[in-house]
């Protein structure tokens, strides 16, 4: 559809996102899309390889968006040298996707041709794995967030594949069911002990739910330790 | 030191390593650099990104290995069309490190000059926090392979500060000592776990040892499973 003359920007995608949500955006997609990239030639997949391409595009236009409002609000010499570090940031995002595209092409070779890469992907520190969950598994019925399957076990959903079909970088929100395939990235333990609660070999140990107010009252400690720390750590300049 | 006229590829660096090593190093590089480069800019610190530049010559140098190793073994054009796919990688390996240098390049700017980018990084999914290891703490005196801490909490350990100084990107054979301060990347729920066990408010679990021929049954069936697995994908086409 052709945009009108009065009104380009109302064409434009993620114009009503701010900068900080831009840029945070772009920095978790230029992380997921790497490890979809390589999951692609794990798995020799042309839909997952398809959904690099389509991140890479939301990339450019979540770049285009980041430029467009960097730009109407730089008035002044400072907010342009300040301005300008967003720029750089966003850059960086969209290279490390650029790469991604990148690492996807080489689709076009049939696994066997690229017999480096799957050595390459087998011997990393962290993995690629496959897992289904079992029905005698007791993460069924369970969102991921409940689970906090990072925290637990190392691994990062990249993708799970369901009865409705493949979702990306899924949400906490999303609810494990039995027989759902799931995509990891993770270390070999790690995603060893994911196995062993998918297969339902292992009980999941949920974590105990502590109190709001609990919660609030460490994290404070927590963050006032962490701001000396880091004052800390600045003062010592370049020594090692 | 200047090279000799006969010798010239002694002076290369990682010239014994095959093309998987340097191709499976390239890959754990591109994952630390950007990891750490974030981690200078959120501490503000000029050491850390001395370090990313530092990796980001190394990247050089292995990118040049992999490019003298392929060349040197294309004799025909089967083998250029495979070796080509490597030198994809490991130009896609040596962006993702670029774009490492530009985020660094912001330490140009002091802190509050981008604020933006500190708002960004506090609220991506994965976050880079600092934590100190109390003496209270069951992790002292433990390697962080015993304590498997990814597997268990999430967060990967980009850097160490021990009384030795800084170590990036630590093996699993590092031991943990009272009064370490250790930079990871992790999800808030698997930081906020790993503050518990650091600040010794919380005792380590350490994960039972299963016999190894156990474990080599249980991961030859799980390998299988997960060949199963990924052929069925295959086979799926670019439904979704």
């Not at 052709?2 to 992380?31: A, F, G």
């Not at 959904?51 to 960097?70: N, P, S, W």
């Not at 342009?80 to 092409?105: K, M, N, P, T």
């Not at 493949?166 to 906490?172: A, G, H, I, S, V």
Request: aromatic share 4%; hydrophobic share 35%; net charge negative.
């Amino acid at each position: 559809m052709p945009s009108s003359d009065q009104d380009d920007i109302s064409d434009l995608k993620h114009v009503d996102m701010t900068v900080r949500e831009l840029l945070t955006e772009m920095k978790d997609t230029s992380e997921v899309i790497i490890d979809l990239a390589y999951a692609s030639l794990m798995y020799n997949s042309s839909t997952m390889a398809e959904k690099v391409r389509g991140l890479e595009d939301d990339m450019d236009d979540l770049k285009f968006a980041t430029r467009y409002k960097v730009l109407l609000s730089s008035r002044t010499r400072e907010d342009a040298r300040q301005l300008s570090g967003i720029l750089e940031v966003a850059s960086a995002a969209d290279r490390i996707s650029d790469a991604a595209s990148d690492i996807v092409s080489l689709l076009r070779f049939p696994p066997e041709k690229r017999p480096f890469i799957t050595e390459m992907l087998s011997e990393a520190d962290e993995k690629i794995r496959m897992i289904k969950i079992s029905s005698d598994s007791s993460m069924v019925g369970n969102t991921i967030g409940r689970l906090q399957i990072e925290a637990s076990t190392g691994c990062k959903i990249i993708a799970i594949k369901n009865r409705r079909g493949w979702t990306y970088d899924p949400e906490d929100e999303m609810k494990l069911r039995a027989n759902d395939v799931i995509i990891v990235r993770g270390t070999d333990d790690g995603a060893d002990l994911l196995v062993e609660y998918a297969a339902g070999r292992k009980e999941w140990e949920f974590e105990e739910i502590v109190p709001d107010d609990v919660i609030e009252d460490e994290a404070e400690e927590d963050l006032q330790n962490e701001e000396e720390l880091s004052e800390e750590i600045r003062g010592e300049g370049d020594e090692e």
